[in-house]
Structures are given as C-alpha cells and as structure tokens.
C-alpha cells in the first residue's frame, strides 16, 4: 500500500525579513520590488518507503535472547557429565560384581560386597533416570529452538528489504574479508619458523590449541565454596596414578586447612572421596594454611602460598609435616599483586603454582621487577629451594591467570564471560615472548579462578565458580 505524507510549510519568519527588504531601496537608489503579501511559499514532502516494522524487530531481539538463555554451553556438559559418569560407574559395577562371586561360598554371600553393589546399582539408576530426563528436555528445547530458529531467518531476510542504503550487506562482507584475513594471517605465522631462536624441546610437539570443555562438575562441593582447585598428582605415589584430588577455600573465598582426595574421576564426579582428606591444621586459618586458590600437588606433596606471608609452603601428605621457603624480598602477596581484568581482580592470586614435564614452578611478582611477571623453578626438598629464575615484561595484573606446559610459560585474558585467550607465551630455554598466540577457550563461567596444565594426560583443569572443568591441549 502505498503511504503518502503531505507536508506544508507556512514560511512567515521569511515573509516579515522579505517585507523588510521591500522597504529598503538599494545603493543605486532603486527601489526593490514589492512582494506580494499574500503570496506564500508551500512545499509537498512524498515519502514512498514503507514503514519500519518496530514491532518484528522487538520480536526478534526477544526471540533471539529466549534462545541464548535456552541453549547454552552448561546444558551440553551436563548431559556429557552424566554420559561419563555412567562409563566409568559401569564397569565398577562389573568389577564389584565379579568380586561377590568370588566371595559366595554356596551358601553366603559375602554382605559387605552385596551392600557396595546394591550402592552402586542405586546409584546408576539416579543417574539414569537424571540423563532421561535431561535427554527428554534438550530434546525439547533443540525442536523449540529450531523452529525458532527459522522464524528468525525469515523474518530477519524480510527485514533486510529496508536496509536501503546497504548497510548490512557491506558489514557482511566486511567481516567475510576480516576472516579471509585472520586466516590469511594465521596460516602465514604457522608456515613461518623462528631461526633465531629454536623453541624448547617438548616431548608431544609444540601447544597450538585446546578443545573442550570435556569434564565438567561441582561434585560434592557447596556452591558457596567458589575458590579452589583440582587435578593430578604428575608424580604420584604407587597404586595411586589415577587419583584425583580438590582443594576448596572454606573460609571467606580465601583460606584452606585440607585436601580431598578421589580414586578416580567418576568418585570426583559423584562426591565419594573414599581415600579421605588430608588436614593441614585443624584450625583455620593458622600459621601455615592455604591462602589463595593457586595450589598444586607434585610428589605427594602440596605446594602453595603460606597463610598472611610472602612465604611457599610445601605440605607432605605421608608424614603431613610442613616446610617453609621464604621468597625474596620485595615479593608482593596479601592481594597486592592479583591476576586481574578491567572490571574485577581476583583476591590472593598473588602466587600462582604451576606444573610441567618438568616438575613444579612458581609465578609471581616483585617490586623490583615493578609488578611484571617473574617466574621461578622450585627444585623439589625439604625444604624447597628456587633454583633458576627469569623476569618477564608483562605486568601481572593484566592478565587473568597462567599456567605452564613443556618448560614455556603462558598467559590468559579476559575477553568476554564466555570467552578467554591464550594470549601470551615465554620461553624459559630461549627468553622469546609472544604477544599474539590467539588461542580461545570457552568458559563454563566468567572467572577463571584456578588454571594448570596436567603432563600426566595433557589436560588443563580450571576451577571457577565451584565448577571443575577441563580442556584437553592439543600439541603439533
């Protein structure tokens, strides 16, 4: 249909000037012409362009935002939970089984083992009945979603009829030409080889990315327990290579006193930390207790910033005796040197443990090096020592956490709630940082309060927000 609009433009400010000028007489002596007082000067505006639909574009922007909210990540990782969960609980059960019938003697069965498999069958059907119903609504929300998804279509292809000065269409090609350059760019770094300086060795190739996130749970931790962390012991004691184990903040997000242990992952997953805990002290905090998220455990011992001090602490869990190595001075701790991004730092980052191929390392910071990342090897011993050390020329509190793998120390930032980069690399045999290394993780929740690299099955483990989660590194 088509719209007309008629417009009319009475211009009496310009008839009372004109009416002046009548009255004036030139330089010449010549009279100007008299104007007609009833003469007016009248405009027709036609505008033929139809009306912009406001209301389809309100309906789009909610539909649009009811999707984001029903499709996420989480969603995902909760069903690959359960699905993991189930694989591993399995052939536990299997084995539990196969034990009670070595055990039945023709007469008795044995009444421990009975009770273990009647625990785990119990088990297995939640879990079975919590994946179909999970199962049964993502099958809800894909259908959903895909219908909404083609609305969508449509009605955004109909609205591009109003984009009359193609505008939309060049921001398209414009970010088609941005990816033909990234990729351009990326393929033109990978076929270009350092000559002078060849990397560190490292036994699975160079790190070029990450996938995942593959592992995702809360396991038995209470949601307010948002700092802490977890993975592999890379040097573990005999018969326990496969254990798993936790540290939880339990006071003010900002002290721990113990260490919870898993045989495996489907006992972290479910909660069941049969080996127990190990405390530090029944008192918290104390002299000697945990401060800060950043911990790890190598060789059976824990390693981590001494309580209210510049100070690492190593606690060994077989005699559950603990040693002191006092940092240099000039060490900022007490929340002066966090892992930081441009709206939030996280509190007591100040040290952040780190573990490789080649055992243990510390990052922190120091005044005299004015707030820039220092890293440090520590040789293991009771007490630890810090052997080598090299000093880099990225400021801590710009970056948001590291993390170490194959002697090559590398730095991440915040970039959205869903989004980190793998911004940044130093290599420890040749002095060489990197700026640009572009590899991006998807988070599980917007902070990374805990990240470190396990050699033992090149996993990173990240711990935010209660949430323990994993990425396999990919090497070349």
């Not at 574009?57 to 969960?85: F, H, I, R, W, Y």
């Not at 421990?112 to 625990?119: G, R």
């Not at 992952?265 to 909660?271: D, K």
């Not at 490789?356 to 990052?363: K, Q, R």
Request: with cysteine.
């Amino acid at each position: 249909m088509k719209i007309e609009r008629y417009t009319r433009l009475d211009m009496k400010e310009g008839e009372k000037d004109l009416n002046r000028l009548a009255r004036q007489r030139d330089r010449d002596g010549k009279d100007v012409q008299q104007l007609n007082l009833q003469d007016r000067c009248t405009c027709e505006l036609t505008n033929k362009e139809k009306p912009f639909p406001q209301e389809t574009l309100k309906s789009v922007n909610d539909k649009a935002l009811n999707c984001s909210q029903n499709v996420t990540p989480q969603k995902a990782l909760e069903l690959e939970s359960l699905m993991l969960g189930l694989k591993l609980r399995l052939p536990q059960l299997l084995k539990d089984v196969s034990i009670l019938e070595k055990e039945d003697d023709g007469e008795l069965y044995g009444a421990i083992s009975l009770q273990v498999i009647e625990n785990e069958l119990t088990e297995i059907k939640r879990m079975v009945n919590s994946l179909n119903r999970t199962t049964k609504g993502h099958q809800y929300i894909a259908t959903g979603s895909e219908r909404e998804l083609v609305e969508l279509r449509a009605e955004l292809q109909e609205m591009e009829q109003y984009d009359t000065f193609q505008v939309e269409r060049q921001r398209k090609d414009n970010q088609r030409l941005k990816r033909a350059l990234d990729e351009c760019r990326i393929e033109r770094e990978h076929k270009t080889q350092p000559t002078d300086h060849p990397e560190s060795f490292c036994p699975h190739g160079r790190f070029v990315n990450i996938t995942g996130p593959g592992f995702y749970s809360t396991g038995n931790a209470p949601a307010t327990y948002k700092y802490g962390g977890w993975g592999r012991d890379p040097k573990p004691g005999l018969g326990k290579e496969k254990w798993y184990w936790r540290v939880m903040l339990t006071n003010s997000n900002r002290y721990g006193h113990y260490i919870s242990f898993y045989t495996s992952l489907s006992s972290l997953t479910v909660g069941i930390n049969t080996p127990g805990n190990a405390q530090i002290h029944p008192a918290n905090p104390t002299t000697n207790t945990i401060q800060g998220p950043n911990v790890v455990l190598y060789g059976e011992a824990l390693y981590y910033n001494c309580y209210n001090s510049d100070q690492l602490c190593r606690f060994n869990i077989t005699s559950k005796t603990i040693s002191n190595l006092q940092l240099p001075k000039g060490t900022r701790f007490n929340s002066k040197a966090n892992f930081c991004h441009i709206d939030e730092c996280y509190p007591y980052t100040d040290f952040d443990m780190a573990t490789d191929e080649s055992g243990v390392w510390l990052i922190y910071s120091t005044t005299q090096n004015y707030g820039n990342l220092v890293l440090s090897k520590v040789e293991e011993g009771d007490p630890p020592m810090l052997s080598q050390t090299w000093h880099t020329s990225i400021y801590k509190q710009g970056v948001t956490n590291t993390f170490m793998a194959c002697g090559i120390l590398y730095a991440t930032r915040y970039i959205s709630q869903d989004m980190e980069e793998i911004f940044y690399s130093f290599d420890t045999s040749t002095g060489v940082e990197r700026f640009n290394l572009g590899i991006f993780m998807n988070k599980m929740c917007p902070n990374i309060l805990f990240l470190n690299y396990s050699p033992v099955d090149q996993m990173l483990h990240v711990y935010c927000d209660a949430n323990m989660v994993s990425y396999k590194a990919l090497f070349e």
